[in-house]
């Protein structure tokens, strides 16, 4: 059952289940002292800390709901989005969820955290405390408490209990009762999903950020204010890209395949990295020569050829490797599939990659740089 407020008694109900094992009996013995509702959530809490370690470094000690925690920016994307207000303003984070983003905006000045959950209003205090941070955190909708607010930063729900959105006019709010509030602002910043439609942002006057993170694209971001135009920003080092297509595509890989960020690759920027584009990939690029850029990962092509099990098995096999990581972009053979057709053993680890070229699967066999 879903709580709409964290347990009265939820630092020791967190005590006696930190360690236990979520069998049905340890479940069935807590509840009894706790009730059933609050002993699961304890467990549900544990699990739930235990996989944020890979998004916050004080997981151990936050409080989360599940869906708090899915939607939750990790931390270092946090600080970047702070980082995109000028010191010292007062910012209202107008769904503010458990806190990740409020936490980064209370670290680097005067912040207001708002959601309409009592439950994460709560988490939302409690984890500011655990970071050492100050920020007021109301039980308030966005649409009312955001109304002549000067600096914004907003990331509406994407999904609820039955199922995820990636269109701005299904977010709660919607972009459109939004739209008066970030237009009306000195400075506005809108978290969306990196799978929006492209049409849809367009039509959308606002600077776009599209951003990179450990080489992946977790979200898009609106800014408002300053005027229009599209970047790709590397949160890690803060690098940025200007889109453009790519000049030049090639049938076949030359003696070294890139893979590019995919942040690059949906900011449309893969032309900014210097290199040919392979076949129709939309993602692979290729060089006679070692480039060192830290928007895309380096292999060394060991073969190439058609997209044949039997030829890719006697490559592998003269290469005395087998396959341990299948790439594919735009193929309709999954990973899995590739790899099991691939019938070689030896000790060298191989990875596959394929790709298309018209209506054919072409394959090379690589080896990271
Ligand atoms: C994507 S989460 C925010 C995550 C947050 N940025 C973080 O990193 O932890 C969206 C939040 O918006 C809240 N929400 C939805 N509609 C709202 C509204 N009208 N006013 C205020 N909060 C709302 C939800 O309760 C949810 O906590």
New binding site residues.
Partial sequence: MKLEHLPENWRDVLTASEGVKPSPSNIARLGKQFGEDVASWAFTQWEIRGRAASKFSRASEMLFTRP?YE???SERV?EFHASLFPPGVHVHD????????LIALAGRGPAVG????PI?VECARHNLDVYGVSASVELN???IAGAGAKYVFV????RDERKRTVNPEEF??SFSALEPILRGAELAVMKISPMVDDRWLDGVEAQVIVVSYEFGCPEILLVFGQGAGRSVVRVESGSRLTPIGLAQTVDEPAQYLYEADAAVIRGGALGAIGLPGLADSNGYLTSDERVGSEWVRGFEVLWHGAWRPKDVTAAARKLDGQIEVVKTRGVRVSPAEAKAQVKAVGPRRLTLVLYRLGEKVRACLVEPL
Avoid: Q
């Avoid at 107008?94 to 983003?101: F, K, M, P, V, Y």
């Fill in positions: 708090g939607m939750a920016t946090a107008l769904t503010c969820g458990i806190g990740a983003d708002i959601d309409l959950s994460h909708d966005a649409l990331d509406p729900a994407r709660s709010p």
